[in-house]
Nanobody, 111 residues
Framework: QVQLEESGGGLVQPGGSLRLSCAVSGMLFSANAMGWYRQAPGKQRELVAYIMSDTTTTYANSVKGRFTISRDNAKNTVYLQMNNLKPEDTALYYC?????WGQGTQVTVSS
């Protein structure tokens, strides 16, 4: 059974940083692409960043230059380093592999 467990969310002031983690179990992690998505209240879920098995990355325009996705295949974990956070980054952040989703971790950016 595949499980995804996100962590690292919280409340941060504008301009601050957070690092999200998603630990994956029950699958061959290194062979799979991983994605981070987010959903703000009243909005559709959107792609934030994506990392392929060969570490090729893709970012939403709204986070380019501020967020970095990475993976540690030895730890079966994907990360999202978020810098210079803005209030509009407030959302529930999910990791995804194939059609499977984690439970989400809340990020709130507010002064």
């Amino acid at each position: 059974q595949v499980q995804l467990e996100e962590s690292g969310g919280g409340l941060v002031q504008p301009g601050g940083s957070l690092r999200l983690s998603c630990a994956v179990s029950g699958m061959l992690f290194s062979a799979n692409a991983m994605g981070w998505y987010r959903q703000a209240p009243g909005k559709q879920r959107e792609l934030v960043a994506y990392i392929m098995s060969d570490t090729t990355t893709t970012y939403a325009n709204s986070v380019k230059g501020r967020f970095t996705i990475s993976r540690d295949n030895a730890k079966n974990t994907v990360y999202l380093q978020m810098n210079n956070l803005k209030p509009e980054d407030t959302a529930l952040y999910y990791c995804r592999v194939s059609s499977l989703w984690g439970q989400g971790t809340q990020v709130t950016v507010s002064s």
